[in-house]
């Protein structure tokens, strides 16, 4: 059995944030989907989560992001689930929005040496529901349909969790530890969905 290189890159939903703790803290390995997955034997997985990270949309941003993908080529395919936090903080959000901001990324880093051979997974992230911002929550919740026009349009993999409906935690934007098992357990089909034909 090959074994799959998987970066996984993305906010705190991808970090493993446990809003459980006062000061916040990471989920264990155990408990977050990254490291359910890379308990699995089909993955070796490295993960690029972080707080409140939004799309990247600067050169210094790209940069940085370019510099995981030489670090850890040769990879098998990069996982990207941001938009969450872009939908948050945006002044004047709207879905298309968001999406202009992921087909730059995509068209960015489908275009590195590092991707030549690896899959792109982009996954629209689970809904959310803040209170006080039922209508950014809204732009969360729509993410899925332009993120799956771009992944027609560049021959890249999607998925979208919004439709799985994983757990979330109380404060309604961070999986709670059976949203990661459940995220986990979808990801991991989609993975062996799509190394089943390449």
């Known amino acids: 059995m090959r074994i799959r290189k998987l970066v996984c890159y993305g906010d705190s939903n991808t970090y493993g944030y446990d809003p459980r703790c006062y000061a916040g803290d990471i989920l ?15 993955w070796l997985v490295a993960e690029y989560g972080s707080n409140g990270r ?4 600067s050169p210094p941003e790209f940069a940085a992001l370019d510099q995981v993908l030489k670090k850890e080529a040769p990879l098998d395919c990069l996982i990207v689930m941001l938009g969450s936090n872009d939908a948050l903080f ?5 879905p298309q929005a968001v999406g202009d901001r992921m087909e730059e990324l995509i068209s ?7 991707m ?7 996954v629209a992230p689970p809904r959310a529901a803040l209170e006080g911002m039922d209508w ?27 439709a799985w409906g994983p757990e979330m935690a109380f404060d309604g934007i961070h999986m709670s530890p059976e ?14 969905m799509i190394f089943s034909q390449r």
Not at 144 to 161: H, I, Q, S
């Open 116 to 122: 030549k051979e690896a899959a792109f997974l982009l």
């Open 28 to 42: 264990s390995p155990a408990v977050r989907w990254t490291g359910r997955l890379n308990a699995m034997p089909e």
């Open 54 to 57: 939004q799309i990247p949309t």
């Open 136 to 162: 950014r929550c809204g732009i969360i919740s729509k993410l899925g349909r332009p993120y799956a026009a771009l992944a027609e349009k560049y021959g890249v993999e999607f998925a979208d969790a919004g």
């Open 90 to 94: 945006m002044p004047s959000p709207t």
């Open 108 to 114: 960015h880093t489908l275009a590195l040496p590092a």
């Open 179 to 192: 949203g990661h098992r459940l995220f986990a357990e979808k990801i991991d089909e989609e993975l062996k």
